[in-house]
Nanobody, 129 residues
C-alpha cells in the first residue's frame, strides 16, 4: 500500500523559510514521480513542483520558481520541498502525491493533478505578513 506522510508545515513570517518533507512507503521509490501541490482556502489545488525520482528531473510552476527547491533522498524514500522567501500568498495546505513513472507518460514528469493516484494528508503552511 502506498503511503505518503507530509511534515514540516507551520507558521512563518513573510520572507522566512520552511522545509517540507514527504516520507513515502509501500512502493519502489525510484520508479515514481513525486509532486508537491497546495490548496489555499477557497481556491483550487495547484501543482507547484515535482521530481522524477529515477533520473532527478524536476519541474516548477511559475508561482514558486526561484524560491522553492524540490529534492529527493532515495535512500530515505523522502522528498523535500525547501521554501524560501515565503509570501502570505503561499499560505495553503501542502500535499505530496506519487505516481508510477510508467503511468505518467512519455514526459515522465508532471504537476497535473489527475496524473497522481496516491496522496498524503497534507500539512498546513501559514505565512504571516
Amino acid at each position: 500500500e502506498v503511503q505518503l506522510v507530509e511534515s514540516g508545515g507551520g507558521l512563518v513570517q513573510a520572507g522566512g523559510s520552511l522545509r517540507l518533507s514527504c516520507a513515502a512507503s509501500g512502493f519502489r521509490f525510484d520508479r515514481y514521480v513525486i509532486g508537491w501541490f497546495r490548496q489555499a482556502p477557497g481556491k483550487e489545488r495547484e501543482g507547484i513542483a515535482c521530481i522524477n525520482a529515477r533520473d532527478g528531473s524536476m519541474y516548477y510552476s511559475d508561482s514558486v520558481k526561484g524560491r522553492f527547491t524540490i529534492s529527493s533522498d532515495n535512500a530515505k524514500n523522502t522528498v523535500y520541498l525547501q521554501m524560501n522567501s515565503l509570501r502570505p500568498e503561499d499560505t495553503a495546505v501542502y500535499f505530496c502525491a506519487a505516481e508510477d513513472i510508467v503511468n505518467v507518460g512519455p514526459v515522465a514528469i508532471t504537476t497535473q493533478i489527475p496524473a497522481y493516484s496516491s496522496w498524503g494528508q497534507g500539512t498546513q503552511v501559514t505565512v504571516s505578513s
